[in-house]
C-alpha cells in the first residue's frame, strides 16, 4: 500500500500507528458496512464503489479522531465510512426526479391519513390517498429501496451525529438542535408499527442483513424490504417539520 502522508497534528487512534496501519486493520469494517448498504441499493450501484468511498472516509476519520472526546474508534470510523459511501451515492444519484417525487408524495399521503386517523396509516389507505392501487404502491416502495433516513437530509451537520464526536468548538447551538433532533427520531422510530420498529431495530441497531431479519420475523427478503421502506416514508413524514423548518 502506498504510504499517505500523516498530517502533522494527526490525531491517530491508539489501535494504530500510523494512517496506513489503521486503513488495514479497519478495511474489513468498511466492506461490512458496505456490503450492508448495498443490500438495499440498486444494481447499478457497485460495493467496489462503496467500498472505495467508504475507505477514503475511514482515512479522514484516521486524521481527525480524538479519543479524548471519549467516542470509541470504531463508532467514529462508521459514521464517516457510512456518511462518505452515502456523499458517494448522493453525488451520482441512480434515481430520476420522478422517483424522488413520488417518494415524497408517498411521505405526504401517510402523513395525510395519520392526521385524519389519529393512528398508523394502513397501505390501503396510503394507497387510496396516492390515488393509486396497491401494487402501484408497492412499485414505489421499491423504487425508494436506497432511501436512508440520516440527520442531513434535516440540515444537521453529519459530524454531528452523537455526541463526543465533535470538538469542544462546536456550535452550542447547533449541538441543540442535533440534540433535539434526535430525541425527536428516537419518538418516531418508537412509534412506529410494530413490525417496522423491530425491522428499523434488526437492520441499523443490530445490523443484520435483509435475509437475517426475513429469518427472524419469518417473512420474505422482499417484505422486509418493503417494511424498512414503509418505516422510512412514515419517518419522513413523521419528521416532515424538520425538513421545513428556517435555517
Avoid at 424522488?100 to 390517498?129: N, P, Y
Avoid at 428499523?200 to 441497531?205: A, D, I, M, P
Wanted: glycine share 6%.
Amino acid at each position: 500500500m502506498t504510504d499517505i502522508p500523516k498530517p502533522p497534528n494527526s490525531k491517530i487512534s491508539e489501535y494504530a500507528d500510523n494512517i496506513d496501519e489503521l486503513v488495514i486493520s479497519h478495511a474489513p469494517l468498511v466492506k461490512r458496512i458496505a456490503y450492508h448498504l448495498k443490500a438495499r441499493l440498486p444494481d447499478s450501484v457497485l460495493v467496489d464503489d462503496l467500498i472505495q468511498a467508504g475507505m477514503i472516509g475511514l482515512i479522514e476519520a484516521g486524521r481527525n479522531y480524538d479519543k479524548q472526546q471519549g467516542a470509541r474508534f470504531e463508532t467514529y470510523a462508521g459514521i464517516r465510512i457510512r456518511g462518505s459511501m452515502l456523499d458517494e451515492l448522493r453525488k451520482n444519484d441512480w434515481a430520476p426526479k420522478s422517483v424522488h417525487r413520488r417518494g415524497r408524495d408517498l411521505s405526504s399521503a401517510i402523513k395525510v391519513v395519520e392526521a385524519r386517523t389519529g393512528r398508523d396509516a394502513r397501505d390501503q389507505e396510503i394507497s387510496d390517498e396516492m390515488g393509486i392501487d396497491l401494487d402501484e404502491y408497492h412499485k414505489i416502495l421499491q423504487e425508494n429501496n436506497a432511501c436512508i433516513v440520516s440527520m442531513d437530509q434535516y440540515g444537521i451537520d453529519k459530524e454531528e451525529y452523537l455526541p463526543g464526536l465533535v470538538d469542544n468548538q462546536s456550535d452550542p447551538s447547533k449541538l441543540l438542535v442535533e440534540s433535539r433532533f434526535r430525541e425527536n427520531l428516537a419518538k418516531a422510530i418508537a412509534s412506529l408499527p410494530e413490525r417496522e420498529h423491530i425491522v428499523v431495530s434488526l437492520y441499523y441497531q443490530s445490523e443484520l442483513n435483509l435475509r437475517e431479519i426475513g429469518s427472524i420475523i419469518a417473512v420474505t427478503e422482499s417484505r422486509v424490504s418493503q417494511l424498512l421502506n414503509q418505516a422510512h416514508a412514515r419517518l419522513n413524514a413523521r419528521l416532515h417539520a424538520w425538513g421545513e423548518r428556517p435555517p
